[in-house]
């Protein structure tokens, strides 16, 4: 047993900060000083209603809509029946209840008809899971409720989500450190899902994801978060590269639309079976769909029914004459028949001996200096920090966003590929700075990743793919240029030197050299 003063432990001592008391305002037991001896609803009461006498008690408490307090609510709540609303008469002569505070609400005896339906919402592992595999009525029609009736609604009623999800909503809150706020605004969100689904025995993401049709103020990511914690949680969410691929083929024959979804699947999750292949990043695989889409739509309108009939000449009739335009739809139908081919789903890969156009790129230029040294010295940390990491080390923006705490040690800066880079002199300054002030913005995050922001800071995620670059006013690409352009320059051209330093491949790094002699031949063709 730990000891606090005069011979009373941390628990009876009046002066411990883990002595346990009422709460002022229910009068519900274990609330602690720190919360100013509230618990955790009737600190949601105080900042929602007003102070006043309660009607039935006579207490100066925060009162409700119906002139009660907290306490003479929820004593009336646990003698009325189910399906009734509470009377509030009951309390003087029944008398009022005391129970132990921040625990969910115990549950009512149901009515027999009210036991064969299933519970709203099922927090326990195993009844989610039968609640999922059991049969579901899909809604003939969706209507939109009306917003502003919908967020009265929330926030004036339904009551049962917030007693059965509190407990995980509070846990998150307390353990990524979210604002009241931000609280608040999971919490309006569940009751408004309640509303909009009210026989649903699991919520699906898209449902929550619609909320911002209803309150712009709805914070949907949290409440995912906390639905997913609860079990409940069914994620349905496409991702924007399948939406794209469905909308660039809809419509094609069944044969060639088949043909494109396993040269789509394995471009985007790879192939572990000869011929094995790695995934492409999504970005990668638009770009190609984008390349490839308008020629294979008009093969299709001209009766073509399989990526099989067509022939070289046909693809080179189809081309862009566009260069850049060309370079990408030659690679697409490169990737598309080699893949279709080595799943012998064609006889002969019509690309074969296709010359890849040249893309078109431009002479890489370097950043004015002046333009450099303002963002560097800007008084945002985060943006200061970023830019010293890009322009001393050319990292790649989507690095930057993944470096984590634990990556830099000593210095020193591991990244995902392998590498490990000392840090610059003065991007050690600029960290420190940094450091400091993430620490004493947001004290209380859990955010394994070095840049945090207002968004991220109360979840795991990395920033967004604009951060910090869209307020700096300059891409990460174009500082990234600017370094490997010094270095082709001090280097003399040092191609392997380049490709080692910066992650990049050869031909990339070779794309550089037109720096130095902008005549140079852009692949390299014919040399030795």
Known sequence: MAYFSQGLCERCHPGSPEYLGACKDCLAWGVYRRHNWRCWQCRWWQGHYPVGDCAW?????????????????????????????????DVLTVGQQLFFANLPAPRKPKHPKQLLRASRIVLDAKAAAA???????SALFDIDPDPEVLRRLATEQARDWTYRTDTIVFEH??????????????????????????????????????????????????????????????????????????????????????QLELWFDIMIHG???????????????????????????????AGHDSLA??????????????????????????????????????????????????????????????????????????????????AFHGLTSGQVRDIQLTDIVDGRLSLADGREIPLAEPVRARLAVWLDHRTTTWPSTLNPHLFVSLLTAGRLSPPGHQFPWQKAGISAQALRNDRIIQEIQASGGDVRRIADLFGIGVNAATRYLRVLDPDLSKGLDGEG
């Open 131 to 137: 609640a999922t595999a059991a049969y579901e009525q």
């Open 309 to 390: 009939e067509i022939s070289t000449d046909m693809i080179l009739d189809a081309l862009p004459a566009e260069r850049g335009k060309r370079h990408w739809a030659e690679r697409g139908f490169r990737t598309l028949f080699s893949i279709l081919k080595g799943r012998k789903l064609i006889f002969a890969d019509p690309t074969r001996g296709i010359p890849l156009t040249d893309s078109g790129e431009s002479i890489p230029l370097p950043i004015d200096t002046d333009t450099i040294l303002a963002v560097l010295n800007h008084p945002d940390p985060a943006i200061a920090l970023a830019t010293s990491i890009v």
């Open 173 to 258: 809150a307390e353990r990524f450190g979210w604002s009241k706020r931000q609280t608040n605004q999971v919490r309006r969100s569940l009751k408004m899902l309640q509303f909009l689904n009210p026989d649903a025995n699991t919520i699906r993401a898209s449902e929550v994801l619609r909320l911002r049709r209803h309150d712009a103020d709805a914070n949907v990511v949290s409440t995912l978060d906390v639905l997913d914690a609860a079990g409940i949680l069914i994620d349905d969410r496409v991702p924007t590269i399948d939406r794209y691929f469905d909308g660039k083929f809809e419509g094609l024959p069944v044969t060639m639309r088949t």
């Open 57 to 89: 008690c006579g207490r100066h408490v925060p009162i409700g809509e119906m002139g009660a307090c907290r306490l003479c609510l929820e004593s009336a709540r646990r003698i009325t029946p189910p399906g009734v609303a509470p009377n509030l008469d």
């Open 271 to 301: 192939s572990s079976s000869p011929p094995r292949r790695k995934p492409r990043d999504p970005a990668t695989v638009k770009i190609q769909i984008l390349g490839i889409a308008p020629i294979i739509t008009d093969w299709a309108a």
